[in-house]
């Protein structure tokens, strides 16, 4: 059977490609290259035999900085480029971020193609970077910008009977109370479909969130009271855990 879009391909064909791809930016950018490395599943040696490629494309800071991305389907394999310049890679992998767990693991263990000035090992160390108060901050504001939210969410849902909107929310529940448990750890998660086993490994995690989180991998998501109730545990969790680490939801009524 003819199948369309990606197809079964080796490690050693994948990498063959990062190389064909690495030759390419230096004919485009040339002298402007600082660093040349491949992240994701690639980097890792965990690619499957239909995953994509992802690379880092580091330029030399110049008066105007560089930020942008070619992604592309060659037909039977697809590929991310990130071409930006040293300072703005740097200032990246030092933020903290609420997706911090998900987003950052990449800045820790590139696959290097081209590196002459061990740029990479500074790419490290600026991820390394990052204080405890960086972390609580991103905390507070998944706390406050996404778990508030989706507490009222459900709850109007509820309410007004949307059944069809509450898987969706319980999905984000597991999702962002993972990003939660991983900032909490300082942890980040090695890809995306591993977020949610992997934060139920990690220590600290709020009361509820194990039920939410084991409800959506398991797709027992056709039960609105089920789903209401696992969150609203979690919520009350979440509530619990905040106090008992000095994590902030609530502030003074205007706070400034």
């Known amino acids: 059977m003819h199948m369309n879009g990606p197809v079964n391909m080796s490690r050693n064909e994948r990498l063959e490609n990062c190389h064909e791809i690495a030759s390419k930016l230096h004919e485009v950018y040339g002298g402007k290259i600082l660093a040349i ?30 930020e942008f991305s070619y992604e592309w389907s060659a037909g039977p394999w697809k590929a991310e480029v990130n071409v930006c310049s040293a300072d703005i890679l740097l200032e990246t992998a030092s933020t903290v971020e609420g997706e911090w767990p998900l987003t950052h693991g990449p800045f820790f263990s590139p696959l290097s193609l081209y590196d002459p000035d061990g740029f990479f090992p500074k790419l490290k160390k600026a991820a390394e970077s990052p204080t405890i108060e960086d972390f609580r901050h991103a905390i507070n504001e998944v706390l406050v910008g996404e778990m508030y939210e989706f507490i009222g969410k459900l709850r109007n849902a509820s309410f007004n009977g949307q059944h069809t909107y509450l898987p969706y929310l319980a999905m984000q ?83 400034f």
């Not at 890809?191 to 409800?215: H, I, K, N, Q, Y």
Request: charged share 20%; net charge negative.
């Open 37 to 66: 490395g491949v992240y994701g599943s690639v980097s890792r040696g965990t690619d499957g035999p239909f995953s994509d490629i992802e690379m880092f494309c580091v330029l030399v800071e110049a008066s105007e900085s560089v």
């Open 173 to 255: 529940f597991a999702q962002y109370g993972a990003m939660l448990v991983g900032l909490h750890n300082q942890k980040f998660y090695s890809t995306g479909s591993m977020v949610l086993p992997e934060s139920l490994e990690l220590p600290g995690r709020p009361e509820g969130f194990d039920t939410v989180a084991r409800m959506v991998m398991c797709g027992e998501l056709a039960e609105p009271l089920k789903i209401v109730s696992a969150c609203e545990h979690f919520w009350n969790g979440l509530v619990n855990w905040a106090a008992q680490h000095d994590y902030v939801i609530s502030t003074k009524r205007i706070p």
